[in-house]
């Protein structure tokens, strides 16, 4: 049986279009702006198409897993709760992406990044020839959705996990005759081969492992955020090609634009163990980076002078406030889609231009939360408390909680788990811009 489903694309491009610039300037601040100069007349572009009849295997259906609080590492109640033992959360891709948006998601927008991470890691492990130039169908609830948001979801997605190089910046969202709503993401035409994909992933993670291992005698993450900015600001040139949405370009073609930069940071610095976001303004991208518990802006694309053997630090370690002090501030104003899950970096290294600054040193500390849980009706209900204002809270419900480290959930309100052995595992950790992270704790009887 074949369904007709309608759908719209929607192409999101960072970084697409550069000016030239042929003017002589001579002072610091106008040298800045030669370099700077290149992402002038960027942003998104958009464009709709009917889609035609695809075939109904190519769907992959999610069920409802209702409130987070009913969904369990182990548990078979859900489609989450079965794919979390599945050994794609135990690939050896997983350490190049970053949990930071997974953590903040409930419900229906949890369940379809699983199943997008799912076709994902399926097409970077295996050879597979893509007959459809695109991941397959992913049903969303189009009731808590509209088409427009689930497709922001699943860019949100491929931000992340920038070890999937070969998907296009390119989302599909329509419905069937019945009702039902879908999105999908685009593959590139060369990576439909699987031959061709296994091949790419090959040279992209032997490099970026090579540039990891490089930074192996290094003492501190701050010494390796430095070392990966300045190996691609000095390996990398600012050109626009038919990859620069993806970490491919940077990685394995040597040219790139914003997009390409930042993506490349972010599997550097996420495969060395450290926590970093690729984040996207109407014309820019660049990275937050997590040092000693605290969140950096980091612009590894303004630091390319396109001078060899020079580094521009304007905008490395810098605190939001001094973002949007500088010059292009509007470059670093996050796209509306951000809502709800962007980093606030409070702190500042007080890099300058030719400069490099130093992170400050944190000494004060979040409380350690409480998490009481106690029996009820229907299980037993877990309530997490801080005393730090403004604190907000990480837990797990089996493993380590953290920010962006490991996947588990931001608290939001109490919630209720079906037995006492489920309740006993509970875990949390509180953290706030400009403190240290508080211990963990354990969950114990009210």
Not at 195 to 202: D, I, N, P, Q, V
Request: a neutral charge; aromatic letters at 12%; charged letters at 25%.
């Amino acid at each position: 049986m074949k369904r007709m489903i309608r759908l719209t694309s929607m192409i999101l491009s960072v970084c697409l279009c550069t000016t030239a610039f042929g003017v002589v300037l001579v002072s610091d601040k106008d040298i800045y702006a030669q370099a700077a100069a290149r992402h002038m007349e960027s942003g998104l572009r958009f464009e709709a198409r009917d889609a035609g009849i695809i075939d109904e295997s190519d769907i992959v259906s999610t069920s409802s897993v209702g409130d987070e609080s009913d969904v369990e590492s182990g548990d078979e109640s859900g489609v989450i709760s079965r794919r979390r033992g599945s050994k794609r959360y135990d690939s050896a891709y997983d350490k190049y992406s970053t949990n930071y948006v997974y953590n903040q998601l409930t419900g229906n927008k949890r369940e379809v990044w699983d199943e997008l991470d799912e076709l994902c890691a399926d097409l970077i492990s295996g050879g597979n020839d893509l007959a459809e130039g695109n991941v397959g169908y992913v049903e969303y609830d189009g009731s808590k959705m509209t088409g427009t948001e689930a497709c922001y979801l699943v860019y949100l997605f491929q931000l992340t996990n920038p070890q999937y190089f070969f998907l296009k910046s390119e989302m599909y969202y329509g419905s069937d005759s019945l009702g039902k709503t879908y999105v999908t993401i685009l593959v590139y035409d060369d990576f439909r081969n699987g031959s061709a994909r296994l091949s790419a992933a090959a040279d992209v993670f032997g490099t970026v492992d090579a540039v990891i291992s490089e930074s192996s005698s290094l003492s501190t993450d701050e010494e390796k955020v430095d070392y990966f900015s300045t190996a691609i600001a000095s390996s990398v040139v600012y050109a626009a090609n038919s990859y620069d949405q993806s970490a491919y370009s940077a990685v394995c073609l040597g040219q790139t634009v914003c997009a390409g930069y930042s993506l490349y940071m972010s599997l550097l610095c996420n495969g060395a163990g450290i926590d970093c976001v690729c984040v996207t303004s109407p014309e820019h991208a660049w990275n937050k980076v997590r040092l000693n518990d605290n969140w950096y802006n980091v612009d590894v694309t303004f630091a390319d002078s396109e001078t060899p053997g020079q580094v521009f630090y304007d905008y490395y370690l810098r605190s939001d406030a001094k973002y949007s002090s500088l010059s292009y501030a509007s470059y670093h104003e996050a796209d509306g889609f951000w809502k709800g899950y962007i980093i606030k970096c409070k702190l500042d290294s007080g890099s300058s231009m030719y400069t490099k600054g130093t992170i400050p040193d944190v000494t004060s500390k979040v409380k350690k939360p409480v998490v009481k849980y106690k029996k009820v009706s229907d299980g037993y209900k877990v309530t997490i408390t801080c005393k730090t204002k403004g604190a907000i809270i990480y837990y797990s419900k089996s493993g380590k909680p953290s920010v962006a480290s490991t996947r588990c959930y931001r608290y939001k309100k109490s919630f209720t788990v079906k037995t006492l052995a489920k309740a006993k595992k509970i875990k949390a950790i509180a953290v706030k811009p400009g403190m240290k992270d508080s211990k963990v704790s354990k969950a114990k009887k009210s």
